[in-house]
């Protein structure tokens, strides 16, 4: 795979980013994350990845989307974006954690 991209980099998402990258299984990993205490954490302890703040511009360049987020987050990342992930057919790349 080419690019990946995480959204929520919370203990999971960030054990996945680490794991991801060892591993070698993407040549790219983009992280979308909006809390600001867990960006100065991926930055703190170097964690490799992109930290990306646009969702639209970077979905048409991944090969798959690991949403690691709160339950209670997935409906709006989804409905937000739900364009974007329809013409571009991005259900069948789409994991949820």
Known sequence: MKNILIIGCGLIGSSLLRSISEKKIAKKIFVYEKSK???LKIKKLKL???IISDLKKIIPKLDLIIICTPLGEYEKIILKNKQIFITQNYYYR???I
């Open 94 to 96: 789409c994991w949820i």
């Open 48 to 50: 490799p990845g992109e």
């Open 37 to 39: 205490s867990n960006i």
